[in-house]
């Protein structure tokens, strides 16, 4: 039996590693619009992590979009007479876990369950996880906006917490509906004055202050470190994330937080941090172009993750299909994002590049074309986009343009990189597709002398001396 005390609430930086990988691909998979697939990851998560609040939070976005549940319709299932909440707080008695993993497959079918998220919070508060407990009701009065005494179990609860502030808005919304209500016109008039007084004696608390410049200051002097561990990079977090729930409009601080994410390689809570940084900074474009790196980095991610499952399941037929589905609707998106920016950017040569990039992967040959023709002019990327031209007038059956292009990016690499035994094995790919097996065969052999193991250059050379 699962003790109580064993479990608790945790924040991100908190999650063990072996649920990290679950947790990207869940947000990913919600931002790519896939919440069905999101909702799995999620329940695992919780099964072993019931107090990480954040996949508590981000399951019930997900599953109110599978179910398209929306507030004031969500069905009654009071508490206790037939909704479920009962006997989810009996077996908490027995299973404090379980009980939590019950109450989740109950509301994946119906998230807005007034009874069986009552359940919840009851079973949440017995167990001490007070974050998930207020969620529980927050979510009930979500999908029961008229149901006043949900509401005031809500503000009550923030009140013996000493969560003024949350309770004086929860009163508020009461009065919105019933002005006649008393107890919430009180509650509001007490709860409002108690958060001033709680907030000015904050910002009187000199000692206060001088802890949160000394954590900044200590976050800072972590943030201009180089080559941190992982677990460096956790700790940081961890400590970005308390100032910035201090306060979220601090620049300073979410630029940080969106760069320490960005290393943990956990893309999409990066982006998200990049998004905020980009409008707090009254639109630095370098913030903006960082936010959709990353979340291009989060989709390329979700996508090798979902097709590495697929190649670990190949007989999975609706899992083929998903991903099938998931490639072309990235491909579309990309595109899209790709032909904005260059609207707002059309002298830009890397966005040249990605949009003929993208036109590309959607089989637009000939509207690629121009395109990487323009963003030849960067110097920095040049030798690429030479690669890629290569591979559009190849694609298109062009094979003597196709062929200059390699050979010009070719001819202005002189170490044999990783980019230059790509760009000699297509070139010779194309030559040996147009029946010129001798100039193939010297591409090959270029790439044979230096790495032996690259793709089939080893049977291709060694054939044609037994062939």
């Not at 479990?7 to 691909?25: D, F, M, V």
């Not at 009980?99 to 369950?113: G, M, R």
């Not at 007084?197 to 200051?217: C, I």
């Not at 940080?256 to 009254?282: G, I, K, M, P, V």
């Amino acid at each position: 039996m699962t003790e109580v005390n064993e479990i608790r609430e945790i924040t991100e930086a908190e999650l063990p590693e072996s649920l990290r990988e679950h947790w990207k691909n869940a947000k990913a998979s919600v931002e790519r619009n896939n919440p069905g697939y999101a909702i799995k990851f999620l329940q695992a998560i919780l099964k072993e992590c019931p107090g990480f609040i954040n996949a508590r939070k981000l399951l019930r976005n997900a599953e109110i979009t599978v179910t398209g549940a929306a507030p004031g319709t969500a069905k009654k299932g009071l508490f206790g007479s037939g909704g479920g909440g009962g006997g989810i707080v009996r077996q908490a008695k027995k299973d404090p876990a379980g009980a939590l993993l019950t109450a989740e497959k109950e509301l994946e079918k119906d998230p807005f369950n007034l009874g069986v998220n009552e359940g919840l919070f009851e079973v949440a508060r017995l167990m001490g996880l007070m974050d998930t407990a207020a969620f529980a009701l927050e979510t009930a009065r979500t999908g029961h906006p008229e149901n006043s005494k949900v509401a005031h179990r809500l503000a009550k609860f923030y009140v013996d917490r000493d969560m003024h502030f949350e309770a004086s808005n929860v009163y508020r919304d009461i009065v919105k509906r019933d002005p006649s209500d008393g107890e919430a016109v009180k509650g509001e008039k007490d709860s409002s004055a108690k958060a001033s007084m709680k907030q000015n004696r904050m910002s009187e608390n000199s000692s206060f202050k001088d802890l949160v410049k000394s954590d900044e200051a200590a976050a800072l002097e972590k943030a201009s470190r180089t080559a941190l561990t992982k677990e460096q990079l956790e700790e940081r977090a961890g400590e970005l994330s308390a100032q910035y729930q201090a306060d979220p409009n601090n620049l300073v601080v979410v630029k940080q937080l969106a760069n320490t994410y960005e290393q943990l390689e956990d893309f999409s809570t990066s982006q998200q941090f990049y998004d905020w940084a980009y409008q707090l900074s009254n639109g630095d474009v370098a913030l903006k172009s960082k936010a959709s790196q990353m979340k291009d980095r989060a989709a390329e991610e979700y996508i090798r993750g979902v097709e590495a499952a697929a190649a670990a399941d190949p007989e999975n037929a609706e899992l083929q299909a998903q991903l099938k589905e998931i490639q072309k609707d990235r491909i579309a998106e990309r595109l899209v994002e790709c032909k904005d920016r260059v609207e707002k950017n059309p002298t830009d040569p890397k966005m040249r590049y990605d949009l003929g990039q993208a036109l590309y992967d959607n089989g637009d040959y000939s509207d690629a074309i121009p395109h990487l023709q323009q963003a030849t002019r960067n110097p920095h990327i040049r030798t690429k986009v030479l690669l890629l031209l290569g591979r559009t007038f190849d694609a298109k059956g062009m094979s003597d343009l196709a062929i200059k292009q390699l050979k010009d990016a070719n001819d202005e690499l002189t170490q044999m990189d990783n980019t230059k035994k790509e760009i000699l094995y297509e070139l010779g790919d194309i030559y040996a597709k147009a029946d010129k097996q001798e100039e193939a065969l010297t591409c090959f052999k270029q790439i044979y002398e230096i790495d032996y193991g690259y793709r089939d250059v080893a049977a291709r050379v060694e054939g044609s001396y037994t062939g």
